[in-house]
């Protein structure tokens, strides 16, 4: 398999999910057992963790839940180019309509135990009040990143995914990547955003928890085309 080379960014760290094609890291192997500890102290234990939670996308209901291409609030508008193929990618479409609808209350219940997110919602909706907003998303595809990809990633990537995987407290996860463009409000624009017009690449941690089996959205990691 190809291996991946995305550059992430979370919480102001920068990783990538690929091969290990960087430096090699020294590990010591565990006196009463086989497992191996990474710099932070992680072992290969908590990675098959990792996998063992991540959802099987095979085994996800057949979605035929049919979506309009083409959504259209007020001056804004949502363009779906490609297909919905699970509930994973749909939690995402459906935050992305939220948006254009500028329902953010809903988008609340998207959201799983993030603060940053949460947060983030926040600012979203003051700025609309304000009329700083994104008028288009255009979303030219939505893919759930397989689980072998995450086994090759490097070990920044795992343990970033393992520290926001135990903070939200996810019993079973996935990546979804979503590639997208979009446009600003013109009072947007001249409020100078921290990213211009364009396409780009976000991939979003969804999972579910012991006592919430809903797909939540829990973490999003970014990288432009």
């Known amino acids: 398999m ?7 960014m979370i919480a102001g760290c920068v990783f990538l999910l690929g091969g290990c094609n960087g430096n090699n890291s020294t590990v010591d192997a565990g006196e009463e057992n086989n497992s191996v500890s990474s710099d932070d102290g992680i072992n290969q234990e908590d990675y098959d963790i990792l996998y063992e939670k991540y959802i099987n996308i095979n085994e996800l209901p057949v979605f035929n839940l049919d979506i309009e291409r083409e959504y259209i609030c ?3 508008k949502l363009i779906l180019e490609d297909s919905i193929q699970n509930e994973l990618e749909y939690v995402i479409y459906q935050y992305y309509y939220n948006n254009i609808s500028a329902d953010f209350e809903s988008n609340k219940n998207l959201i799983g135990e993030s603060e ?11 700025a609309f009040d304000e009329g700083k907003y994104t008028k288009e998303y255009n979303i030219h595809e939505l893919s759930v990143v397989d689980k072998d990809e ?3 990633a490097q ?3 795992k343990d970033n995914l393992l520290a926001d995987i135990k903070e939200c407290g996810l019993e079973s996860y996935a ?3 979503a590639e997208l463009g979009w446009k600003y409000s013109e009072a947007k624009l001249q409020a100078g955003p ?8 976000r ?7 012991k006592d919430d089996s809903e797909v939540k959205i829990c973490q999003v990691y970014w990288d432009s085309l």
């Open 194 to 201: 921290q990213l211009p017009e364009g396409d780009y690449i």
């Open 175 to 177: 990546v979804v990547k």
């Open 74 to 76: 007020d001056d804004r």
């Open 155 to 157: 070990e920044m990537t």
């Open 203 to 209: 991939y979003y941690l969804v999972g579910s928890t």
């Open 150 to 152: 995450i086994k090759e």
């Open 2 to 8: 190809k291996n991946l080379k995305m550059l992430f």
């Open 116 to 126: 940053s997110l949460r947060i983030s919602n926040e600012n979203e909706k003051e």
